[in-house]
């Protein structure tokens, strides 16, 4: 298992999107999909103190979070990454997008790729995300990419487990 930090942190390339670091001079644009502890941020003050906190997990060793780029616009789209349990070979992998980019595939090549990474390069054994019953789309974007609903958790919580893994 290689948990992070990595000597240099991962970029994963495809032919729509890349998945990369994000730079502080990238959170004025994801103020509107910058979250921490289930907390949304409501100014670009607050995003860049969670974005502080988000490199921080990163440098402990206890998550990744990359940046959704548009290649045609070079623009962040969303965020996803995995967070908690990865001493143990278990990813939480979690996600968000901004509004006006739902709908056109990047969640799901993004999660995908990042599904590989999980697997071939951090080596988990495990990959689960949770979600509210209320999301439908994150339910439909897991049950596509080969997630099957395990239990119901606290305040109309779901948990999903990806089942692809040896």
């Known amino acids: 298992m290689k948990q992070p930090p990595y000597d240099v942190f991962p970029e994963i390339i495809s032919d729509e999107i890349i998945l990369r670091e994000i730079q502080i001079e990238d959170v004025k644009d994801i103020v509107e999909i910058s979250f921490y502890d289930s907390r949304p941020a409501s100014t670009v003050e607050d995003a860049i103190t969670m974005q502080e906190k988000i490199n921080l997990d990163y440098l402990n060793g206890s998550s990744i ?58 080596g988990l054994k495990e990959i689960i995300a949770i979600t509210t019953t209320q999301n439908r789309s994150a339910v439909k974007l897991l049950e596509r990419l080969n997630f099957v609903k395990t239990r119901n958790l606290e305040e109309d919580e779901i948990e999903y487990k990806y089942l692809n893994i040896a």
């Open 65 to 122: 979070h990359w940046g959704i780029v548009d290649k045609q616009t070079n623009s962040i789209v969303g965020t996803l990454g995995y967070y908690r349990g990865l001493d143990k070979g278990v990813g939480e992998l979690g996600c968000v997008l901004k509004s006006n980019f739902r709908g056109k595939g990047f969640m799901t090549l993004a999660m995908t790729l990042a599904i590989e990474f999980g697997i071939k390069n951090i």
